[in-house]
């Protein structure tokens, strides 16, 4: 890891004209500029393949810093440093005019051979790109070379495997960044410290104190523009597989010996390999699927998920999954980690609740019912964590009445996704890949979704089964119910 403030680098976005360039990396090395951790020896390709002029990209490179305060004093000088090569990935002259650029670049700022590859494009050619940036000379300067690449990470624990073994063609594990944006959110990054900072916290963190754990990602928008992708994809691979075990792997590992890369992983790799496996019946016991239908939000009508624009209208695709997972180690016997990530949903929110045991004994009478302890780890659209505690009502007599102590912010940008960007383009230049996925994880994770996905493959369900804006399907809060226990509301 470089300790130099300012990053020197080529960065080489492949798929420069999409989405995903213009509304989050433009933005984020934006704002990497404005702090300084860009100066002035920092480079951008823009790859794709339709023709653009450097002044029509750097204008649409501006453009997309419109919502950033302040931005016009700079812009000029930022987009100064992108260049636009129209490039066909399966044509290898289009590599030797790239490579002729790179080249240039590289002396013109001074940048050392230190190299970026962002494949910011959809994966069919990610193996064809990384294997010609290997036989083109690409990385054959004497810098850094890194490649960070977008998820899906396959569809299965097959392709992800095989689209992992196109990539080491060009590059090692330690030089590729597998981006889950999640990891880049400020309050999945702050669960180390809330744990391993407070002696109160991390002394409880175990199945003697704790009764259960929920993961909430709930989101209000539909599959939008995203129909084709999703259709493919679901739930559980668009959101569990990544984000969500991501999550619970921070919250179900043990302390690691040091807060370097490779304990943190070897942590979470083994609380991963802890997780129970399900087969046949139990994976309907534990799993529960859903897909929108038709709903009201708002006085507006919403429509369901099998007329969206490119979902096949007899589609058997989740848009929500809710889940029951067992840690099977001496730390996590017993308790629940409960899931749920959905669309259409009637709350944008990211949380965890955390439900300790109730006391022994309720000194206080039955007819007073005391509220549980929880620990709420707000992700977005707030940040910050709320301790939910019983108190004396003020007055006479032992009356019990529960209190919120609050630590939570609105997050900068209502939704951190931006700033998520920006912390993990600033790690990859800095060589820290500590918020990122590794393959251990990714593989471990298919697997077990593998699993998921081969019982849900053989039967089907009576979809759609939830109304937009509901928060789900009937059988999520059975799931919960029938151990006694109930969903944490959202943003509370
Ligand atoms: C992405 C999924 O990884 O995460 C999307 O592909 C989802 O379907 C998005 O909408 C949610 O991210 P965030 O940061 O808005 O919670």
Redesign the pocket.
């Known amino acids: 890891m470089t300790d130099e403030l300012e990053q020197r680098a080529l960065i080489t976005i492949f798929g420069g004209t999409g989405d995903l360039a213009n509304r989050k990396l433009y933005p984020s090395l934006f704002h990497l500029y404005k702090k300084g951790s860009l100066g002035e020896n920092f480079a951008v390709i823009g790859t794709a393949r339709r023709e653009w002029s450097d002044d029509f990209f750097r204008d649409k490179v501006k453009a997309s810093l419109k919502d950033i305060e302040d931005h016009e004093e700079l812009a000029d000088a930022f987009s100064s440093h992108f260049y636009y090569q129209s490039h066909d990935v399966t044509n290898q002259e289009s590599y030797v005019k790239l490579k002729t650029l790179s080249d240039e670049l590289d002396e013109k700022y001074d940048l050392k051979g230190n190299r970026l590859f962002y494949l910011a494009m959809a994966p069919n050619f990610f193996g064809m790109i990384a294997s010609r940036i290997k036989s083109e000379g690409f990385v054959d300067t004497e810098g850094f070379h890194r490649l960070i690449i977008e998820?899906p990470f396959g569809h299965d624990l097959k392709s992800a495997e095989e689209l992992n073994n196109s990539l080491r063609q060009a590059f090692n594990e330690d030089e590729i960044y597998r981006i889950d944006?999640?990891l880049g959110?400020e309050m999945i990054q702050n669960i180390s410290v809330i744990r391993f900072a407070n002696s109160i916290i991390e002394s409880l963190w175990n199945n003697r104190y704790i009764d259960n754990i929920q993961v909430t990602?709930s989101?209000v928008?539909g599959v939008e523009d995203?129909g084709k992708y999703?259709d493919e994809s679901g739930a559980l691979r668009?959101?569990v597989q990544?984000?969500i075990l991501q999550i619970v792997s921070l919250l179900a590992m043990e302390p690691p010996i040091k807060l370097t890369t490779e304990e943190i992983r070897h942590e979470k790799v083994r609380a991963l390999r802890s997780l129970r496996v399900y087969e046949g019946k139990e994976v309907h016991q534990n799993f529960i699927r859903g897909q929108y239908g038709e709903g009201e939000v708002d006085g507006k009508e919403l429509k369901g998920y099998r007329q969206e624009e490119n979902v096949d209208p007899h589609s058997n695709t989740e848009t929500f999954v809710a889940a029951k997972l067992m840690i099977d180690n001496f730390r996590w016997t017993g308790v629940p980690f409960y899931i749920r990530t959905g669309?259409r949903l009637a709350d944008k929110a990211?949380q965890i609740a955390i439900h300790f045991k109730n006391v022994p004994l309720n000194l206080f009478g039955q007819q007073q019912s005391l509220g549980g302890n929880v620990l709420v780890i707000h992700i977005?659209p707030n940040e910050g964590i709320t301790l939910h505690l019983n108190v004396k009502e003020p007055g006479q007599g032992m009356v019990t009445m529960p209190v919120n102590l609050d630590y939570v912010h609105s997050s900068p940008d209502g939704?951190?996704?931006p700033e998520?960007y920006e912390k993990l383009i600033l790690d990859c230049l800095r060589g820290d890949a500590t918020y990122f996925s590794h393959w251990d994880e990714v593989s471990l994770s298919w697997r077990f979704i593998d699993q998921i996905a081969a019982v849900w493959n053989t039967t089907k369900d009576h979809f759609p089964n939830y109304k937009s804006g509901s928060m789900g399907p009937k059988e999520a809060d059975d799931l919960v119910q029938r151990d006694g226990f109930y969903w944490f509301p959202v943003n509370e």
């Open positions: 998820k944006h999640y959110k990602l989101e928008l995203r999703y668009d959101m990544n984000h669309k990211t977005q939704m951190n996704t998520a």
